[in-house]
């Protein structure tokens, strides 16, 4: 298996560390109570094809990325960096 | 002050020559860090050209002379290889960066080794899963990636490549690269390979 860095370029899998879903990035404001944290912490999504996670670069460039992959295929659909997608969002 | 005498990691180990390669150690003067704060790398440009140096290599790549070098070392992150050294030579960043960059001194961190020799390439593909054919991985092309499962940055010399890691490996990936000089001779002298 195979990822494309955005900095680095295709890079074999060995070269990442699985992180787990994307969601981890849309922390709840301090604020937010109980159960937004319970549902941030916790619960997750386990879609059959596309799920969203987060990957880091770890013996490579050190960056975080945000990978779309297909979870029955293994198929990866896009990377992009965690730094980038979420100071889209901001 | 006592005066104490630094040693390199790998004192007394190098250089390890077989048919085809040679291993040796590069001591670098100065190994600085430079990561450009946000929306700062042109002001850090700028800086740097004023001192009388390169400006900050491309994502992948080398630039500046051989005795002043910057290399890209990770997202937002260059290294700058010095070969000054001397009592002289201060190692101290320089504070004109203090608004710009995040500089910190890592000549103590870092271990550099050059691999040379005509089979240098094939002693590299038992240990690292890139692509380092010379069309490929050209002059001025840096990377970070694994090395027998320690993450290290390597780029290309004009006969062969030079391997950066962290000091705390150094014997481990020395003596894993001359496993591998080892086992590329041998197999040179068996006939299995060309």
Known sequence: ?90 | MVDLTGLSALEGLLPYEVDGAVLSAVSYGAITSIMPFRGQKTAVNVRLKADGGAALPRIGRVSGPVAKRLIWAGRGQYLLLDLRRGAAFDTTPDPAFDELAALSDQTSAWVVMRLEGARAQEVLARLCPLDLRAGVFKRGHVARTELAHMAVILWRRPKGFEIMVVRSVAQVAMRRLSGAMDSVAAQAVLGEIS
């Open chain 1, 1 to 90: 298996m195979r990822l494309k860095c955005p900095l680095c370029g295709d890079r074999d899998a060995r070269e990442f560390h699985y992180r787990g879903a994307a969601k981890l990035m849309e922390r709840p404001e301090a604020g937010a109570g109980e159960a937004a944290f319970y549902d941030y912490v916790y619960l997750r999504e386990n879609p059959v094809g596309a799920n969203s996670e987060l990957w880091f670069h770890e013996l490579g460039c050190r960056a975080w990325l945000c990978v779309s992959r297909d979870v029955s295929s293994h198929e990866i659909l896009s990377v992009e960096l965690a730094d980038a997608v979420k100071r889209g969002q901001a």
